[in-house]
């Protein structure tokens, strides 16, 4: 027979563990299995500019929440150069978000409004 003081310790580490699994969820971005940072690295996720109409063009891909937002800002700059010098901006961005691979697909890990950058 086993000795119920092992027994004892297996429970506790075993509820231990349920513990930190549960704060670990509690802890988690919405739709994601890890609490989405600043510097979090997100392997390949994707910028995407939308207009108020909802029509959408992809901008390139970043790897983390900072890289995205320094990316939106640039684009938002270059759009905003064009439309000084007469040239097409092609859309008028009004949103940015940015897109990475969540536990059921692909959701939206950032936003940003024009306003914001």
């Known amino acids: 027979m086993k000795n119920p003081t092992q027994r004892?310790?297996?429970?506790?580490t075993r509820s231990f563990r349920a513990a930190f699994a549960a704060r670990d969820?509690?802890?988690a971005t919405p739709g994601f299995a890890i609490?989405?940072?600043?510097?979090?690295?997100?392997g390949i996720a994707t910028?995407?500019?939308e207009d108020e109409e909802g029509r959408y063009e992809?901008?390139?891909?970043?790897?983390?929440l900072a890289?995205?937002?320094?990316?939106?800002k640039d684009d938002l700059r270059l759009r905003m150069k064009n439309l000084e010098s007469d040239k097409d901006p092609r859309l008028c961005p009004y949103v940015y978000k940015?897109?990475?691979?969540?536990?059921d697909g692909h959701r939206v890990a950032a936003t940003w409004n024009v306003s914001e950058l």
């Open 58 to 64: 992809p901008i390139n891909y970043a790897s983390s």
């Open 35 to 42: 609490r989405i940072l600043r510097d979090t690295d997100l």
């Open 67 to 72: 890289e995205g937002f320094e990316m939106a």
């Open 47 to 49: 910028l995407i500019v």
């Open 25 to 27: 969820r509690a802890a």
């Open 8 to 12: 004892d310790e297996r429970n506790k």
């Open 98 to 103: 940015l897109w990475a691979r969540g536990l």
